[in-house]
């Protein structure tokens, strides 16, 4: 018998497979994945306020770098902040979770059908277990008004040695284009880093070919020799700016419940996903009886929370889509990044205080105060938990 069955390879199941088999060996938990790996190609961060001690203790196996702080360059700010940053990349997850469940993870295979206790493959086999939770992500249409996040990131290893020993989470300093762009550099070594051009636009389209020139024409600005390119990732993110739920939830299977971004748990800014999937874990971990009945009710009621408690980042994120003029969206972040030490942690980890969404809001606005006014005007955050 299956006691969990894991639907979906990505961060959040895989995440979940993890914490479960380290905290009962006994249990028998299968993850399915449509494609050849788990977590599929990707690089995933957070700082260290994002999670807890005790959380970073059971994820620092898989933690492939770390560094005492990171840098921010817009064209009229420039700043250091000394918040611990860490960084995790797809192999360690997909390893991992490999040497966790060995024949019990089922990849290359395709789902037909999920019910609380069965799933059946597009091949005819069928599975059953006492708990089944579906961490397939997002389907299309999307279930909540959304602009994008999107980006093209390159593993590069350099002739020489490169002058960034920590990372470069935003350099704004070049060209805007197609929305707010920045370039995202995560050194590895003095000579490896990854590169990402990275856009916050109103349109999904992603152009793979142009998004490669300009990295490779930022490191060449930057002095840097490419010797190789060692690995490419691409990802579109939605950067949600409103939407009820109920909608979000509609989209679940009947009596299943749903983790990771199909259930909304990243943050609704940043689209960082890695501290909500560890949240997701640990809450499982101490589910007892461990099925698909209460399952359902503790992630449900976990999804909705954390939903309801976001409405001022769809806010934020409106103000800065709605707001403020494409080519100038940069100095909303140029904005923000003058804000205190304090707050910034607090942005990152989604644990805003009231008098910190007040001074966010507050002060010289870097949009339109006209817009900004007809945006707030017709928003309910308000009236919604904070």
């Excluded at 469940?101 to 295979?109: C, E, K, M, T, Y």
């Excluded at 490669?212 to 490419?232: F, I, M």
């Excluded at 972040?333 to 969404?357: N, S, T, V």
Aim: charged share 20%.
């Amino acid at each position: 018998m299956i006691d969990v069955l894991l639907v979906g390879g990505g961060l959040a199941n895989g995440l979940i497979a993890l914490r479960l088999k380290r905290a009962r060996p006994d249990r028998r938990v299968v993850l399915i994945e449509s494609s050849d790996r788990v977590g599929g190609n990707k690089t995933w961060s957070f700082h260290e306020g994002d999670v807890s001690a005790e959380q970073r203790t059971w994820l620092a196996p898989l933690i492939a770098y770390s560094w005492p702080g990171y840098r921010v360059l817009f064209p009229r700010r420039e700043r250091r902040l000394g918040h611990p940053y860490f960084s995790i990349l797809s192999n360690a997850l997909h390893e991992a979770v490999s040497d966790a469940l060995s024949v019990d993870l089922l990849l290359g295979r395709e789902v037909a059908q999920i019910e609380p206790d069965r799933v059946e493959l597009t091949d005819g086999h069928a599975l059953e277990a006492a708990c089944v939770i579906d961490g397939r992500g997002l389907s299309s249409p999307l279930p909540f008004c959304a602009a994008y996040q999107k980006f093209f990131g390159m593993s590069l290893t350099f002739s020489d040695p490169i002058s960034v020993a920590e990372p470069i989470l935003m350099d704004a300093t070049v060209p805007q284009q197609d929305g707010f762009r920045f370039v995202y550099t995560l050194p590895w070594s003095s000579h490896t880093a990854l590169v990402e051009d990275t856009y916050y636009s109103s349109s999904a389209v992603l152009d793979q070919d142009r998004a490669r020139k300009a990295c490779l024409a930022y490191v060449t600005q930057r002095g840097w020799s490419v010797a190789s390119v060692d690995r490419e990732e691409a990802g579109v993110l939605p950067i949600p700016l409103d939407g009820e739920f109920e909608t979000l939830r509609s989209r679940w299977p009947a009596g299943v419940p749903a983790v990771g971004t199909r259930a909304g748990l990243f943050h609704p800014t940043t689209g960082y996903s890695l501290p909500d999937a560890v949240m997701t874990a640990d809450a499982l971990v101490d589910l007892d009886p461990l099925d698909t009945r209460h399952a359902l009710g503790l992630l449900e009621t976990l999804a909705r929370q954390t939903w309801q408690e976001r409405g001022y980042f769809r806010l934020l994120n409106r103000l800065m889509f709605e707001a403020a003029d494409s080519p100038l969206r940069y100095k909303v972040l140029q904005h923000f990044y003058g804000m205190p030490d304090g707050l910034i942690r607090r942005f990152y980890a989604a644990q805003l205080e009231k008098l910190d969404q007040v001074r966010i809001l507050s002060g010289w606005p870097p949009v339109p105060i006209s817009r900004a006014v007809a945006v707030l005007a017709r928003s309910s955050w308000s009236r919604r938990p904070a």
